[in-house]
């Protein structure tokens, strides 16, 4: 799987921390380093919407439709993501999850089932069938291609809840290298979150 991320709000901490001074008509407390005590207070204040003005949008290779089913879940975000009824999926690739990988009765089984999927879904391309009406046969396991674009404010709430241990092993992977890409870019408005390499898990800092 790749994560790119393909932009992000210059100087987001500044622009939050000048977003959240009109509030207060404090701007004559605006130095080098103020953005970052800012942010700080915003994050501990619960007066999350002022980072409302910065965003960040990320492309998404080689995850599953599963992984996407669940991702355009979350409301407040842009999505575009590659169609099934434009795009021809005869040669689909697909995401095979580690516990079935393992387990050698179950790879055969899953295997057959792809395999009689791609087969049908050719033959109903054969008989004349549109690429829309045949992807009606196309597993949750095809590999698909999504941009999404959300807020700082979505951001953390995402993270929130598929970067734990009760998020899906997918999105969760997903979800960790987003933060891991946002710690760097915006480290003050992200900074408690807590990433646990070893379970692969993030969790906010209590």
Avoid at 25 to 52: A, I, P, Q, T, W
Avoid at 70 to 78: F, G, S, Y
Avoid at 107 to 131: C, E, N
Wanted: proline share 2%.
């Amino acid at each position: 799987m790749k994560i790119e991320l393909l932009a992000i709000t210059p100087d987001a901490e500044k622009l939050i921390e000048s977003a959240g001074r009109t509030c207060y008509l404090s701007f004559d407390k605006v130095n080098e380093d103020s953005h970052k005590r800012f942010v700080r207070m915003l994050l501990k204040s619960g007066h999350e919407s002022v980072l409302e003005h910065a965003y960040a949008t990320f492309r998404i290779t080689g995850g599953s439709r599963a992984f996407t089913h669940q991702i355009v879940r979350h409301r407040l975000c842009a999505f575009s993501q590659q169609s099934q009824r434009y795009v021809d999926e005869k040669g689909f690739n697909i995401i095979t999850p580690s516990s079935i990988e393992q387990n050698k009765e179950a790879k055969r089984i899953f295997d057959d089932f792809i395999k009689s999927a791609k087969d049908t879904y050719i033959k109903l391309q054969s008989l004349g069938i549109k690429k829309e009406d045949a992807r009606f046969v196309l597993p949750n396991a095809v590999e698909s291609e999504i941009v999404i674009s959300a807020n700082f404010r979505e951001w953390r709430h995402i993270l929130r809840e598929r970067c734990g241990k009760s998020a899906q092993w997918e999105i969760r992977e997903v979800s960790l290298e987003i933060l891991r890409i946002l710690k760097r870019h915006a480290p003050t408005v992200f900074e408690d979150f807590e990433i646990d390499e070893i379970e692969r898990t993030a969790r906010i800092r209590t």
